[in-house]
């Protein structure tokens, strides 16, 4: 076990805890970063199963994320639109599969109507809350104490417009059943993407994939630094005082001035903090947890939706597969979609075997596109949920009441010790683009305060 010394210690090398590292150094601090796994990226992986190269986590990019198009640019990395010609479809509660162009769901004219007055209504609301600091709007507690069903529910009558709308933040984005969290939470993730109208705009919200893949990021960011990239070292243990740290890690001790914990809040208490965290600390940590997607990939030997017309671009609340998209790789002849399948849904098709799991899931994705898609040449079910250092997908979300109680103090520094990671950052937040804005911040105040 060797142990060396250095500024600061990034513990965690996805895209947040490497763009810390980056901005540290080229401010003159010293740094080593601590992965627990054999490769960099986090939730950033790019992988190639069976032939086909498929992003297993994060991708795409929107236009308003500018931190992380600015990090593309650095990087020299080139993106491509994706493919979005033809009809979107929608399947509705009888099983009615409907071909539609534009924003809103070819559904009766009345329930259109109440489907525009809750974007209308709910585009209000995310301005007034804002993004920066939504537990400390005059109405947060409010907000924070009622479901985003049961609000959804005062709202309107009309079943399908309310199941439509609660897609956009449940399914679609939190990952976690909609009476499960707040209306104040789907507030901030719909602030956090600019307005909810930008949620319900697939066109923007998912617009621009990277070539290659978006885990270049961080293993761009990561080669820069070299061998202070410590892979296959989960940090075990931080000792901490108000005079700096020591992180003991599996083959490696870093001792530093600060430390920056850039992994998802749900693994903090992973780490054998010594002394412990203060009691505060420890209450707020159990009230964010991570939700649960299994992204599903699917590859055929062409895009065969396109000559039928199909954009691929599909939806349904009522779906085992709630939402799907044309992910063809750039200058790829093979067609591939991807397609959801979120939270309680995720966990009864894991009781089911992978065979009866994969039927059911391809027989969904039939639904919109026909036959031919029950037999992909490549498939693939992404399993965050079983990875140890995430344990689920996308991103950690407070439980009902927990952003206006904790929100406030979710980044305060513990003495020494940083939090750092897209699923505490506003603009961004639960995404890449937060993640990057997120370590520039806490590199920013680490060296302001270094200096000071
Ligand atoms: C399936 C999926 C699809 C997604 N799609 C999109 C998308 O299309 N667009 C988008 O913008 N975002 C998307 N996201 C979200 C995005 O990937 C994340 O918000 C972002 O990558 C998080 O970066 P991070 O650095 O904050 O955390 P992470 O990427 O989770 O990085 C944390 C790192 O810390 C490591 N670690 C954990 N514990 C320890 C320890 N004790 N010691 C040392 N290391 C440790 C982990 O191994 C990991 O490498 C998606 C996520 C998933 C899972
Ligand atoms: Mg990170």
Same mark, same amino acid.
């Given at each position: 076990m060797s142990a060396i010394e250095r500024d600061v210690v990034i513990i965690g090398a996805g895209a947040s805890g490497l763009t810390a590292a980056t901005k540290l150094r080229a401010a003159g601090l010293s740094v080593a970063v601590l992965e627990a796994r054999d490769r960099v990226g986090g939730r950033l992986w790019t992988n190639h199963i069976d032939g086909a190269m498929l992003e297993l986590g994060g991708q795409w990019v929107s236009p308003d994320q500018t931190a992380l198009l600015a990090t593309l640019e650095e990087l020299g990395l080139d993106t491509y639109s994706r493919y979005r010609e033809g009809d979107s479809v929608y399947v509705d509660a009888e099983g009615v599969r409907t071909r539609f162009t534009g924003d809103i769901f070819p559904v009766a004219e009345s329930t259109a109507a109440e489907m525009e007055r809750l974007i209308t209504l709910l585009d209000e609301l995310v301005e007034q809350v804002g993004v920066t600091e939504p537990w400390a709007h005059a109405r947060a507690k409010e907000y924070d104490r009622i479901s985003w069903s049961a609000w959804l529910a005062e709202q309107t009558d009309d079943v399908e417009a309310r199941d439509n709308i609660a897609l956009f933040i449940a399914?679609?984005?939190?990952?976690? #059943?909609?009476?499960?969290?707040s209306l104040l939470q789907a507030l901030l993730m719909a602030a956090s993407a600019g307005s909810f109208t930008h949620l319900v705009e697939a066109d923007f919200i998912l617009d621009k994939r990277v070539v290659g893949g978006l885990q270049q990021v961080p293993i761009k960011l990561a080669e820069a630094l070299g061998e202070d990239v410590h892979l296959s070292n989960p940090v075990r243990r931080l000792e901490w005082s108000e005079d700096g740290v020591s992180a003991e890690a599996d083959n490696v001790t870093v001792n530093a001035r600060y430390a920056i914990v850039a992994v998802p809040p749900n693994l903090y208490s992973r780490i054998d903090f010594q002394p412990p965290l203060p009691r505060l600390s420890h209450q707020m940590h159990q009230h964010m947890s991570l939700g649960l997607v299994i992204k599903v990939h699917a590859v055929y030997e062409t895009p065969f939706w396109r000559e039928d017309g199909l954009s691929a671009t599909a939806f349904s609340p009522y779906e085992l597969v709630h939402e799907a998209y044309d992910n063809t790789n750039h200058e790829d002849p093979r067609g591939t979609l991807v397609g959801f399948v979120s939270d309680e849904r995720a966990d009864e098709v894991f009781k089911l075997s992978a065979e009866e799991r994969r039927e059911r899931i391809l027989t969904s994705l039939s639904h919109y596109?026909?036959?031919?898609?029950?037999? #992909?040449?490549v498939y693939y079910e992404s399993d965050w949920g079983s990875e140890e250092w995430t344990r689920g997908a996308y991103a950690a979300s407070f439980d009902l009441g927990g952003l206006s109680r904790y929100g406030a103090m979710q980044s305060t520094p513990v003495g020494p010790i940083y939090w750092s990671t897209s699923d505490l950052a506003a603009e961004g937040y639960q995404h890449v683009d937060g993640a990057i804005r997120k370590g520039a911040d806490t590199a920013e105040a680490i060296i302001a305060r270094h200096q000071a």
């Amino acid at each position: 076990m060797s142990a060396i010394e250095r500024d600061v210690v990034i513990i965690g090398a996805g895209a947040s805890g490497l763009t810390a590292a980056t901005k540290l150094r080229a401010a003159g601090l010293s740094v080593a970063v601590l992965e627990a796994r054999d490769r960099v990226g986090g939730r950033l992986w790019t992988n190639h199963i069976d032939g086909a190269m498929l992003e297993l986590g994060g991708q795409w990019v929107s236009p308003d994320q500018t931190a992380l198009l600015a990090t593309l640019e650095e990087l020299g990395l080139d993106t491509y639109s994706r493919y979005r010609e033809g009809d979107s479809v929608y399947v509705d509660a009888e099983g009615v599969r409907t071909r539609f162009t534009g924003d809103i769901f070819p559904v009766a004219e009345s329930t259109a109507a109440e489907m525009e007055r809750l974007i209308t209504l709910l585009d209000e609301l995310v301005e007034q809350v804002g993004v920066t600091e939504p537990w400390a709007h005059a109405r947060a507690k409010e907000y924070d104490r009622i479901s985003w069903s049961a609000w959804l529910a005062e709202q309107t009558d009309d079943v399908e417009a309310r199941d439509n709308i609660a897609l956009f933040i449940a399914a679609a984005m939190l990952t976690k #059943p909609s009476h499960s969290f707040s209306l104040l939470q789907a507030l901030l993730m719909a602030a956090s993407a600019g307005s909810f109208t930008h949620l319900v705009e697939a066109d923007f919200i998912l617009d621009k994939r990277v070539v290659g893949g978006l885990q270049q990021v961080p293993i761009k960011l990561a080669e820069a630094l070299g061998e202070d990239v410590h892979l296959s070292n989960p940090v075990r243990r931080l000792e901490w005082s108000e005079d700096g740290v020591s992180a003991e890690a599996d083959n490696v001790t870093v001792n530093a001035r600060y430390a920056i914990v850039a992994v998802p809040p749900n693994l903090y208490s992973r780490i054998d903090f010594q002394p412990p965290l203060p009691r505060l600390s420890h209450q707020m940590h159990q009230h964010m947890s991570l939700g649960l997607v299994i992204k599903v990939h699917a590859v055929y030997e062409t895009p065969f939706w396109r000559e039928d017309g199909l954009s691929a671009t599909a939806f349904s609340p009522y779906e085992l597969v709630h939402e799907a998209y044309d992910n063809t790789n750039h200058e790829d002849p093979r067609g591939t979609l991807v397609g959801f399948v979120s939270d309680e849904r995720a966990d009864e098709v894991f009781k089911l075997s992978a065979e009866e799991r994969r039927e059911r899931i391809l027989t969904s994705l039939s639904h919109y596109y026909g036959e031919q898609a029950l037999s #992909p040449v490549v498939y693939y079910e992404s399993d965050w949920g079983s990875e140890e250092w995430t344990r689920g997908a996308y991103a950690a979300s407070f439980d009902l009441g927990g952003l206006s109680r904790y929100g406030a103090m979710q980044s305060t520094p513990v003495g020494p010790i940083y939090w750092s990671t897209s699923d505490l950052a506003a603009e961004g937040y639960q995404h890449v683009d937060g993640a990057i804005r997120k370590g520039a911040d806490t590199a920013e105040a680490i060296i302001a305060r270094h200096q000071a």
